[in-house]
């Protein structure tokens, strides 16, 4: 993780926490005292992992933890009273935000900081093998439009378009896309 939100409403609390990711090796801390303000700056740029020492100036921080881990892959913990814990992280733990009753033991903190490295670094993985796959997708759409336009056109079996796009592939010494993209290009209007 390289950056992170610390949201908390008092300077001790801040200080603390920014402490703890500084011995993680973050820099790149940010920090903000209500839940309004975070939820702009979230508006404005994405962090690795935010921190919400509730309760906030101006909400408890449970819907800001939720909604903030519901969007997308930062990893969220969210800091409450011992006496709320039990209540909270069960709502909480269904939208995978990581809850940390006070008072805060650093040896449990660390722990939590070491799981949502943890999952941020596999939310990644899978983010980028999702990215992979549904480029291979469009790809594979591309490739058998470009087939079928060959099928309609120039009268070839899908054997022999599919063999056309692979040898042109390797004969300009470019993907098979490129190719279906040339065939889309000059069949379709």
Known sequence: MES???????VKGTEYFKD???????????????????RRQLLERDFDLVI???PLRDESGENLARQIAQQGITQVILVVANEYFDAVSAVCENDG??????????????????LARAASLRLKRMQAENSTLKQKIEDIRRINRAKCLLISYLNMSEQEAHRYIEKQAMDMRVTKRAVAEGILKTYER
């Open 4 to 10: 992170a939100l610390i949201v908390s409403h008092t």
């Open 20 to 38: 703890i990711l500084r011995a993680a090796s973050i820099e790149q801390i940010v920090t903000l005292k209500s839940g309004g303000e975070a």
């Open 52 to 54: 919400i020492n509730a």
């Open 97 to 114: 935000v990581l809850t940390v009753a006070k008072p805060i033991n650093k040896a449990i903190l660390w722990s939590a900081l070491k």
